[in-house]
């Protein structure tokens, strides 16, 4: 397995368990939605694999590398993990072409150019380049944010509440649009959502999180959605 999670435990100080010995495992490239109410884990499980918070116990790997347990810790900025957040945290005093190109600092000058034209590219987005944010729709904000993230080529990409800010209407060839780009990279993704539908739509597996604890993990590529429905709501 590419991924593995093992009793992963988290509180705030003397609050409840937000998380309660979550275990889980996803192969290389798989598109996985993990679905839950609000306060259910989901927000707070995506943090603590990216690295910004710290589980209370546990042990998460990728690719065989260890990324925290009891005896070791890997900070986030070295963990080759990319995260959009449900806002899209995109620079508004940076145009389209600079925010992409901020996750390059480490490139050099026709290695950045080549990696920003790629990723325009890749989001259909090259006639916006020199454009700033609050002069894109949101779904092309969600682009940019997601070109940023996937030029710095991480290896797995996190997704929180990815849908929630689009009206009905763009809600669903984003999804459509989003899933060819995940595909077209063979990304690894980690999506958190509350809507079934945005999961069943581009999902290869969905995790089912109720006050923090994983309840049921549906794998869905190879079944027929109106089967998976009916199971999911017995």
Not at 220 to 232: H, R
């Amino acid at each position: 397995m590419y991924i593995k999670i093992k009793d992963i435990h988290f509180r705030y100080e003397k609050n409840h368990p937000i998380l309660n010995g979550c275990s889980v495992e996803f192969n290389k490239g798989e598109i996985i939605a993990i679905i839950g109410n609000s306060g259910s884990g989901k927000s707070t499980l995506l943090r603590i694999i990216a690295g910004l918070e710290r589980a209370n116990h546990g042990e998460m790997q990728i690719d065989q590398n260890i990324l925290f347990s009891e005896h070791s810790y890997i900070e986030p900025n070295k963990r080759n993990i990319g995260m959009v957040f449900q806002d899209y945290a995109l620079f508004p005093h940076l145009k389209v072409s600079q925010n992409i190109m901020y996750s390059l600092n480490k490139k050099n000058k026709d290695e950045k150019e080549s990696m920003l034209n790629n990723m325009l590219e890749l989001v259909s987005l090259k006639e916006k380049s020199e454009y700033y944010p609050h002069e894109l729709s949101g779904g092309q904000q969600q682009r940019v944010a997601l070109a940023r993230s996937l030029a710095a080529q991480p290896k797995l990409l996190l997704l929180d509440e990815p849908f929630s800010n689009l009206d009905a209407n763009l809600r669903k060839q984003i999804r459509k649009d989003l899933q060819h780009i995940l595909r077209k990279q063979s990304i690894t993704c980690i999506f958190a959502t509350h809507d079934l539908e945005d999961a069943m739509d581009i999902a290869d597996v969905i995790l089912f999180l109720e006050e923090g604890k994983i309840v049921k993990v549906e794998n869905i590529k190879n079944m027929e959605k109106t089967f998976v429905i009916d199971n999911m709501i017995k």
